[in-house]
């Protein structure tokens, strides 16, 4: 029953690496999310995709990137890891079609940036 | 302001009690209101949504949308210790969704 999987659950990187999450969805959704997730401010978002090749940055874009090169897969890529980008990442993949939603998030990405 | 406020708890029950979870936005433009559960370690997982106002019912949870007062809620009937989670309520426009910071709550056997 596997819908939305990410490379790592947890991931331990040093200060100015470049660093690649991985998000494959099975559901043929259009539109896919990268989230941050941390305590007492929800989940952010970091950056979207509705379409394969194309993006939109979302309310926190900065020291991050994104690929979508095939429907199935969205990258989410910090070009030069920093102590800050310590946080929870969560992808997801939604569809609204004929007035019914759904989503489904992974299991999310345990990032630590020492 | 947020554009989503939503108490962050914790809170705590006993088992059986009516659990009520509510969020307040600004963004009158909002079509869709979803409420997420997560689980510790886990993903948010979907639990129901509604389409502009009114009330959603789905076994023992009901969800309220009050688009008047820019205010939802999440009610849940017979609390169980498996009900245990963060609650995160979350509100769509075209493709732009805000979350709520999620609220936590236990309920004690």
């Known amino acids: 029953d596997v819908k939305v999987t990410q490379s790592s659950r947890y991931l331990v990187k040093r200060t100015g690496e470049k660093v690649f999450l991985e998000c494959v969805q099975d559901?043929?959704?259009?539109?896919m999310f990268w989230y941050r997730q941390d305590p007492g401010l929800g989940l952010r978002l970091i950056y979207f995709?509705?379409?394969?090749?194309?993006?939109e940055k979302g309310d926190i874009p900065e020291g991050y990137s994104v690929s979508r090169e095939k429907k199935e897969r969205f990258s989410l890529i910090l070009e030069s890891a920093s102590t800050n980008q310590t946080s929870m990442y969560l992808c997801?993949?939604?569809?609204?079609?004929?007035?019914?939603?759904?989503?489904?998030f992974g299991p999310g990405t345990r990032l630590t940036v020492t | 302001q947020k554009e989503v406020e939503q108490d962050p708890g914790p809170l705590s029950v006993p088992e059986g009690a009516i659990v009520s979870l509510n969020c307040t936005y600004s963004?009158?433009?909002?079509?869709?209101f979803m409420w997420y559960r997560q689980y510790s370690r886990k993903g948010p997982e979907l639990l129901m949504y509604?389409?502009?106002?009114g009330n959603k019912e789905d076994g023992r949870f009901t969800a309220q949308v009050d688009k008047s007062s820019k205010y939802i809620s999440l009610f849940i009937r017979d609390s169980q210790p498996s009900d245990s989670a963060t609650y995160l309520c979350?509100?769509?426009?075209?493709?732009?969704?805000?979350f709520g910071a999620g609220t936590r709550l236990t309920v004690k056997p």
């Open positions: 979350a509100m769509l426009n075209n493709n732009d969704m805000r």
């Open positions: 559901m043929d959704h259009e539109n």
């Open positions: 995709s509705y379409d394969v090749k194309m993006k």
């Open positions: 963004n009158s433009a909002f079509q869709y």
């Open positions: 997801a993949s939604s569809a609204l079609t004929g007035g019914s939603y759904e989503q489904y």
């Open positions: 509604t389409y502009s106002s």
